[in-house]
């Protein structure tokens, strides 16, 4: 069984910048890929970033391109988001998750997930 939990979280002004952090235990994950989603009230989970096993490969939602970069290191069991130029359309419950496969963007491909960590953008 895996735990994965969140950090990082909380209240910034457009325009400013928040690193999330997910930490794993449990077992080793650096054969799975890791992602992050992201849930508005009202709304559906969406994807926000995903990265492989390796670090290599990474795939971003059109929405955050170029202002949020996911990394992990897999020798500390932990995944990052580091999220700049921030707008409140970015307000939502930020969800950190474990893949079943090397690599996934898909809720369907998901094993874990964590709690959460609430990202409140003010205008």
């Known amino acids: 069984q895996v735990q994965l939990v969140e950090s990082g979280g909380g209240l910034v002004q457009a325009g400013g910048s928040l690193r999330l952090s997910c930490a794993a235990s449990?077992?080793?994950?650096?054969?799975?890929?890791m992602a992050w989603f992201r849930q508005a009230p009202g709304k559906e989970r969406e994807f926000v970033a995903a990265?492989?096993?390796?670090?290599?490969?990474?795939s971003y939602a059109d929405s955050v391109k170029g202002r949020f970069t996911i990394s992990r290191d897999n020798a500390k069991n932990i995944m990052y988001l580091q999220m700049n130029s921030l707008k409140p359309e970015d307000t939502a419950v930020y969800y950190c998750?474990?893949?079943?496969?090397?690599?996934?963007?898909?809720?369907?491909?998901?094993?874990?997930w964590g709690q959460g960590t609430q990202v409140t953008v003010s205008s």
């Open positions: 449990g077992r080793t994950f650096s054969s799975n890929g």
């Open positions: 990265i492989a096993w390796s670090g290599n490969v990474k």
């Open positions: 998750a474990l893949g079943t496969a090397v690599f996934t963007r898909a809720t369907s491909g998901i094993d874990s």
